[in-house]
């Protein structure tokens, strides 16, 4: 499950070349559920970097902390909350990374889940607009997670899907049919994701400096582990 997500600046012009950047991205060393987040959609026909409280909250939720920040994909269909986003508001949300909690004989240690090249991830999320009046509204937005694949299961079972670049208008456009939509939601190959050790000091939300995301160990690649 993503618990917390790490957002450095990100070039998102040179990975989605037609993006129309309105806001700054929202940058996060230790980026916490329930704080508002960039996220990439359609808007007339064009892709735009928004901003949306990450926690979906649809107009018939009443309690604030009820408000899921991730869906299963395998409940897309099935579930209410989830179903009328996905089937027109899909959107992605840019990040560097995604730290996740391996348990411990004492404790939990956080690792922080990257591309082994370091590059952007793009993550895919459904949204809402939730209208207080006819001019007011406020937009939400969930991350839509997968099994993990094999190799990172060890460290969580689940993480966010991850939609490849050449995929990205497919995954927002709300023309692109419910199946095809769907196919795109799969675990990250294994050769693509790596994961390091970082410092407890994430387990605070308080905390975002850069060392959140600074390595305290060697880099975990499949790879690695075949040879």
């Not at 917390?4 to 700054?24: A, K, M, N, T």
């Not at 050790?197 to 160990?217: E, I, K, L, Y």
Request: contains cysteine; proline residues 11%.
């Amino acid at each position: 499950m993503a618990g917390r997500l790490y957002i450095p600046p990100l070039d998102l012009g040179r990975l989605l070349p037609e993006l129309h950047q309105e806001s700054p991205l929202l940058a996060s060393a230790n980026l916490a559920p329930r704080r508002p987040v960039s996220h990439v959609r359609l808007e007339a026909g064009r892709t735009c970097l928004a901003r949306a409280f990450w926690g979906l909250t649809p107009s018939w939720l009443t309690v604030l902390d009820h408000a899921p920040h991730c869906a299963r994909a395998e409940s897309l269909d099935s579930r209410p909350m989830f179903r009328d986003a996905f089937s027109a508001r899909r959107c992605l949300v840019p990040a560097g990374g995604v730290y996740v909690w391996k348990l411990q004989p004492r404790f939990k240690q956080p690792f922080l889940v990257v591309r082994v090249d370091r590059g952007p991830m793009l993550l895919a999320g459904i949204w809402c607009r939730y209208h207080t009046d006819l001019t007011e509204y406020t937009d939400s937005t969930a991350l839509v997670t997968v099994p993990t694949n094999g190799f990172l299961a060890p460290l969580s079972d689940r993480l966010p899907a991850l939609i490849d670049a050449a995929d990205a208008l497919r995954w927002l456009d709300p023309e692109t049919p419910r199946e095809t939509a769907q196919a795109l939601l799969r675990p990250a190959p294994r050769e693509l994701l790596g994961a390091f050790p970082v410092s407890r000091r994430v387990n605070d939300p308080v905390n975002q400096d850069p060392a959140c995301a600074h390595p305290t160990g060697p880099m975990l690649r499949w790879n690695e582990q075949e040879r």
